[in-house]
Nanobody, 124 residues
Framework: QVQLVESGGGLVQAGGSLRLSCAAS????????MGWFRQAPGKEREFVATISAGALRSSYADSVKGRFTISRDNAKSTLYLQMNSLKPEDTAIYYCAARTEIWDSRTARDYVSWGQGTQVTVSS
């Protein structure tokens, strides 16, 4: 199984930006569809963004479309999430996740490996 470690979270004011990173090890990162999910206090985990192994396909939750960008560097085995125009409702723990297949997916149960999460807090 691939191991995933997120970083880049923190406290930011509304309207600000953050870039999350997810470093993968112990597996073939370049052959895995990847995703970002988030969970706010008292809420269910929700899909944020996903990208296919070759980065040819990506998709976003409606709530982040136009503000967040998912990308990957297969040479560095790293997944990114650029978050711009942050809102207080983006406050959550953000998790990266890996599939065993090359395709992207918006469904959490399609992912087999998860990171420990990184906290993002957006103040108003």
């Amino acid at each position: 199984q691939v191991q995933l470690v997120e970083s880049g979270g923190g406290l930011v004011q509304a309207g600000g930006s953050l870039r999350l990173s997810c470093a993968a090890s112990g597996g073939t990162f370049s052959r895995r569809g990847m995703g970002w999910f988030r969970q706010a206090p008292g809420k269910e985990r929700e899909f944020v963004a996903t990208i296919s192994a070759g980065a040819l396909r990506s998709s976003y939750a409606d709530s982040v479309k136009g503000r967040f960008t998912i990308s990957r560097d297969n040479a560095k085995s790293t997944l990114y999430l650029q978050m711009n125009s942050l809102k207080p409702e983006d406050t959550a723990i953000y998790y990266c996740a890996a599939r065993t297949e090359i395709w992207d997916s918006r469904t959490a149960r399609d992912y087999v490996s998860w990171g420990q999460g990184t906290q993002v807090t957006v103040s108003s």
